[in-house]
């Protein structure tokens, strides 16, 4: 049995032919297929600001309260779940409703959902060196032995495009989850890249932002294991 997974043009036909990028402020989604790659992220959001991605954004409760909090960075959710999609969508749209959010005052114009697989979306669509931040909040664990070939920190293109894209010199990565086995697994993974640095993991900004599952395991008593890497000049 292979352990890492093998991802090839018909894997992709077969999970990426309904992408969409979605912006959250105008309700404009364009099929991803309708952009070319490595995208311009100035002309994407048309501003210079720093761009984060979120990978496996969930229901959306980290990306909205960043986005709102930091104004001038650009985020992008990333979700391959069309469920969680929707449900982001719909808790920016609660928000825009509740507290009257005017939509040509620019709230939200710097956040984008893209609904697709996130290997293909990092190794095709971001530039090199391009990206501030990386946040992956609580990956599937795939916990079961026969699956575990499918964990995205098992992927090497997903680990090259990882490095590759993100700032040199000050570029960083966030990681939480439960899972402590795989948490282990993901530090010994990152240690074999020299490009990484591990940081201390309380220079994680905004930890007060908590996801949907961090707030979920937090009430049940589970241990959070969390890490801070940056990436080191070139």
Known sequence: MRENPNYNEIYYQHTTSHSQVIDILTEQVIPLSELEGPMD?????????????EIGSGKGRFLLEASKRHPQVNYIGVERAQKYVEVTRERFEKHIRHFSVDRTSGTFSNVRLVRTDANYFLTR??????????HIYFPDPWPRKRQRKRRIFRNRDFLEALTRTLNSGD????????????????QERLAGLSVLRPMDASLRPDSDITTHYEAKYVLEGRAIYRAVYEKAAS
């Open 171 to 186: 570029g960083r990565l966030y990681i939480v989850t439960d899972h402590a086995e795989y948490f282990q697994e993901i």
């Open 125 to 134: 669509y971001v530039p090199e060196t391009s990206v501030q931040a990386y």
């Open 41 to 53: 992220w100035e002309r994407f959001f048309g501003n210079t600001y720093p761009v984060e991605i």
